[in-house]
């Protein structure tokens, strides 16, 4: 059974940094696409960041890119978010999802969840 367990939230002001871990277990990590999704208060869960099984692919939200970075270390079954120049609209729960398929990336619809992770920017 696939467990995902996040890690690093907090409570922090504009401009600045934060990084989220996601820690799995329960099947081969380095298989599977990892993801970050967050969802801020009365709004949809929304799509933040991916990355392919060996890391050598990754997309991001238009909102996000240039601010955040998604990466993963297969041999710690690991997968991270650095968040740099936070803004207040970035408030939310970060989820970790991991692809139920192996060489797939996970969505909206089809993935693992973890339990989330609170991500407060104040201004």
């Known amino acids: 059974q696939v467990q995902l367990v996040e890690s690093g939230g907090g409570l922090v002001q504009a401009g600045d940094s934060l990084r989220l871990s996601c820690a799995a277990s329960?099947?081969?990590?380095?298989?599977?696409?990892m993801g970050w999704f967050r969802q801020a208060p009365g709004k949809e869960r929304e799509f933040v960041a991916r990355?392919?099984?060996?890391?050598?692919?990754?997309d991001y939200a238009d909102s996000v890119k240039g601010r955040f970075t998604i990466s993963r270390d297969n041999a710690k079954s690991s997968v991270y978010l650095q968040m740099n120049s936070l803004k207040p609209e970035d408030t939310a729960v970060y989820y970790c999802?991991?692809?139920?398929?192996?060489?797939?990336?996970?969505?909206?619809?089809?993935?693992?969840w973890g339990p989330g992770t609170q991500v407060t920017v104040s201004s």
């Open positions: 999802a991991a692809s139920k398929l192996p060489y797939h990336s996970p969505n909206l619809a089809s993935a693992y």
């Open positions: 329960g099947r081969t990590f380095s298989l599977y696409g």
């Open positions: 990355i392919n099984w060996n890391g050598g692919s990754t």
